[in-house]
Nanobody
Framework: QVQLVESGGGLVQPGGSLTLSCAAS????????QGWFHQTPGKEREGVST???????YSTDSVKGRFTISRDSAKNTVYLHMNSLQPEDTGVYYC?????????????????????WGQGTQVTVSS
C-alpha cells in the first residue's frame, strides 16, 4: 500500500527549529520527486521545498536560508529541516510524492504536480 506519513510537528517558539519527517511505504522515494507544502485555514497549499529523484532541491523564496529538504534512502524518508521559525510559518505541513513522474522526476513547488499526499502535521510557532 502506497503511503506517506508525516511526523515531527509541534509547538515551537519564534526563532526555534523543527525537523519534519515523511516516511514512505509501498514505493521507493529515490525514484520520484517529493515536495513539502504549507497550508493555513482558508488558503491553498503552497509549495515550500522540493527534491528531485536525482537529489537536487530548492525552496520557495520565503524560506530560503531557513528551511532545507533532504532525503534518507536507507530510511525511505524525506525531511524538512526548519530553522529560524516565525509565526507566519504556522500551519499544517504536508509531504507529497509524484509517483506518476509528471515532471520526469524533477521537483516542483506546484501542488498540481503531486498525486500522493500524507495526512499532514501541525506546526505552531508562538511564544
Amino acid at each position: 500500500q502506497v503511503q506517506l506519513v508525516e511526523s515531527g510537528g509541534g509547538l515551537v517558539q519564534p526563532g526555534g527549529s523543527l525537523t519534519l519527517s515523511c516516511a514512505a511505504s509501498g514505493f521507493i522515494l529515490d525514484y520520484y520527486a517529493q515536495g513539502w507544502f504549507h497550508q493555513t485555514p482558508g488558503k491553498e497549499r503552497e509549495g515550500v521545498s522540493t527534491i528531485s529523484s536525482r537529489g537536487s532541491f530548492y525552496s520557495t523564496d520565503s524560506v530560503k536560508g531557513r528551511f532545507t529538504i533532504s532525503r534518507d534512502s536507507a530510511k525511505n524518508t524525506v525531511y524538512l529541516h526548519m530553522n529560524s521559525l516565525q509565526p507566519e510559518d504556522t500551519g499544517v505541513y504536508y509531504c507529497a510524492a509524484d509517483l506518476e513522474r509528471v515532471r520526469g522526476g524533477m521537483g516542483s513547488l506546484s501542488r498540481h504536480a503531486y498525486g500522493t499526499w500524507g495526512q499532514g502535521t501541525q506546526v505552531t510557532v508562538s511564544s
